[in-house]
C-alpha cells in the first residue's frame, strides 16, 4: 500500500471520529419534533448558552400566535420552576433567562401553545443546558486546530507502526507536541476563558476531558520512550487506539460544573454522592 492511502485511511477514520464525538456533545443543541392542532414542526433546544442567557427557539413557519413557555430551575438543586414567556419576532422566540455563573446548569422544559392545543418537550427528562463565557478566537481556534492535528497524526502513526516505515518515531514526536500544546496548554486556558478554571481533571476532580486528554498524553509519552530504547511499535499502535477511543467520547461529557453551594466551579461528578453524571 502507497503512502498516500494511509494518508487517505487516516483523514476517513479521524474524520469520522470526529463527526462521531460532534455529534454526541451532550452540549451540541437537541433537534425536537412536536404538532400542534395536526401540523407539525421542527426546532432546536439549546443545552450550551454564554452566561448573558439569551436563548433563541426557532421554528420556521409557525403560527402567529404560537406561544413558547420555558419551565426552568437551576441544576442540580431543588429549586422551585420559574417559567418565561418567549417573545416572538417572525419565526424567532427569545427568551431572557437570568445570568448564571460559568458552568451553571438549568433543567428545563418547553410549551407549545397555538391557542387550541399545546404540546410539551423535555417534560418527563428535563434537557440540561450549561452556561459558559465567550472564549476568544485567538485561544479557541488554535487549541481545535491542535486537537485535530493530534489526533490526525496519532491516527497516521498507528496506521504505519505496521508497516516498516523509518518515519514513525519522527510522527509520535509530532503526535506528544501537537497534544501537549493544543490539549495540556491551550486546553486549560479555553476552560479558563469558559468556565473560570483552568484544570478540573486528576488530580483535583473527575473532569472527563481533562482526564482523557492527560491519560492520551501520558500514554503517547511512554510510547515514544519505549520505542527509543526497546523499539516495540506495538505501543503506538495501542497508544493511537486508546487516544481514538477516548477522543470518541462526547466532548464535554462529565465536563465541569458550577456546584451552588459551594460557590465554585467542580466536575460532573457529584460531591456528596460521587454518582457519576452523563450529560
Not at 433537534?31 to 426546532?43: A, M, N, P, W
Not at 510510547?223 to 464535554?252: C, D, F
Request: aromatic share 12%; proline share 4%; hydrophobic share 45%.
Amino acid at each position: 500500500m502507497r503512502n498516500i492511502h494511509y494518508w487517505i485511511l487516516t483523514i476517513l477514520i479521524t474524520l469520522t471520529a470526529v463527526i462521531y464525538q460532534w455529534m454526541t456533545s451532550p452540549t451540541n443543541p437537541k433537534r425536537v419534533k412536536f404538532e400542534l392542532s395536526g401540523k407539525e414542526y421542527t426546532t432546536k433546544l439549546t443545552r450550551s448558552l454564554e452566561t448573558k442567557g439569551n436563548m433563541e427557539v426557532v421554528i420556521s413557519n409557525s403560527a402567529d400566535n404560537m406561544m413558547v413557555t420555558l419551565f426552568y430551575r437551576r441544576y442540580p438543586g431543588n429549586d422551585t420552576i420559574q417559567s418565561i414567556t418567549a417573545t416572538k419576532k417572525g419565526d424567532t422566540y427569545s427568551i431572557l433567562l437570568p445570568a448564571q455563573p460559568p458552568a451553571g446548569k438549568i433543567a428545563y422544559f418547553v410549551e407549545f401553545n397555538d391557542g387550541t392545543d399545546s404540546a410539551t418537550l423535555g417534560l418527563e427528562k428535563n434537557i440540561i443546558m450549561r452556561f459558559k463565557n465567550p472564549v476568544p478566537a485567538w485561544v479557541l481556534i488554535p487549541h481545535i486546530f491542535l486537537m485535530f492535528i493530534a489526533m490526525l497524526l496519532s491516527t497516521y502513526v498507528g496506521i504505519i507502526a505496521f508497516t516498516k516505515s523509518d518515519k514513525v518515531n519522527k510522527y509520535a514526536i509530532l503526535v506528544i507536541i501537537t497534544l501537549g500544546i493544543g490539549g495540556l496548554i491551550l486546553g486549560p486556558i479555553v476552560q479558563k476563558f469558559a468556565f473560570g478554571a483552568f484544570w478540573t481533571g486528576w488530580p483535583f476532580g473527575g473532569d472527563l476531558t481533562d482526564n482523557k486528554t492527560l491519560v492520551a498524553f501520558a500514554l503517547w509519552l511512554i510510547a515514544w520512550l519505549r520505542n527509543r530504547q526497546k523499539g516495540k511499535r506495538w505501543w503506538y499502535i495501542l497508544a493511537a487506539a486508546i487516544m481514538l477511543l477516548v477522543y470518541s467520547i462526547p466532548h464535554s461529557t462529565a465536563g465541569s460544573e458550577y456546584n451552588q453551594e459551594k460557590g465554585k466551579v467542580v466536575t460532573g461528578f457529584s460531591i456528596n454522592t460521587c454518582e457519576h453524571r452523563v450529560y
